[in-house]
Nanobody, 128 residues
Framework: QVQLVESGGGLVQAGGSLRLSCVASGLTFSRSAMGWFRQAPGKEREFVAGISWGGIATNYGDSVKDRFTISRDNAKKMVYLQMNSLKAEDTAVYYC?????????????????????WGQGTQVTVSS
């Protein structure tokens, strides 16, 4: 049984930082590309960041480039999202996702439909 469990969300003031974590179990983590998505009320779920198997390649949504950093620790089966310079528009539920069919160690996809497993989400609220 695959499980992805996010943590680290909360309330922060604009300009502040948060670090989200996601621990995976029940899958071959070292061969899975991982991603973070977010969904605000009334909006579509959007791609935030992704990282390939060995962390060689990363990709970011345009709205978070240069502010967010994704990383992973294959030994611990964890993926992280460091979020700096937070803005009110970053407020959303953040989801961790796993792409177990990633083609190669450089592969990072941005479409949510490529991801096979999802966590339950963690709320991030940024006050202005």
């Amino acid at each position: 049984q695959v499980q992805l469990v996010e943590s680290g969300g909360g309330l922060v003031q604009a300009g502040g930082s948060l670090r989200l974590s996601c621990v995976a179990s029940g899958l071959t983590f070292s061969r899975s590309a991982m991603g973070w998505f977010r969904q605000a009320p009334g909006k579509e779920r959007e791609f935030v960041a992704g990282i390939s198997w060995g962390g060689i390649a990363t990709n970011y949504g345009d709205s978070v480039k240069d502010r967010f950093t994704i990383s992973r620790d294959n030994a611990k089966k964890m993926v992280y999202l460091q979020m700096n310079s937070l803005k009110a528009e970053d407020t959303a539920v953040y989801y961790c996702a796993a792409d177990v069919g990633a083609a190669n160690l450089w592969s990072v996809v941005t479409t949510r439909y490529a991801y096979d497993y999802w966590g339950q989400g963690t709320q991030v609220t940024v006050s202005s």
